[in-house]
């Protein structure tokens, strides 16, 4: 069984900072490797999840814009982890954080994370 779990979320300042993992189980180290892994935002009253960071197998990384310059999407592909350390944190980042492991034909989600930034 495929499993993602979140981990690192909490309540922090403006400028502020956390540091998102994520672990993938059920899955080896190949798979993992080949994935697409990303970082996504929920918010209160939206359905949607809108990325937030991701990186290719290939090691390539995409931003989104509210991302960029301020946090940073890395994996560890020996430990199937997921990182995403973020600096100067606004009360607009908060949100549900979820992981997402992406390969044709197989879409994962975690449960998510709660970030939560105090004004």
């Known amino acids: 069984q495929v499993q993602l779990v979140e981990t690192g979320g909490g309540a922090v300042q403006p400028g502020g900072s956390l540091r998102l993992s994520c672990a993938a189980s059920g899955v080896s180290q190949t798979y993992f490797r080949n994935s697409l892994m990303g970082w996504y935002r929920q918010v209160p009253g939206d359905q949607r999840k809108k990325v937030v960071a991701?990186?290719?197998?290939?090691?390539?990384?995409t931003y989104g814009d509210s991302a960029k310059a301020r946090f940073t999407i890395s994996r560890d592909n020996s430990r199937n982890t997921l990182i995403l350390q973020m600096n100067n944190l606004r009360p607009d980042d908060s949100g549900v954080y979820y992981c997402?492991?992406?390969?044709?034909?197989?879409?994962?989600w975690g449960q998510g994370t709660q970030v939560t930034g105090s004004s």
């Open positions: 997402n492991m992406w390969q044709i034909g197989a879409d994962y």
């Open positions: 991701v990186t290719s197998a290939s090691g390539a990384t």
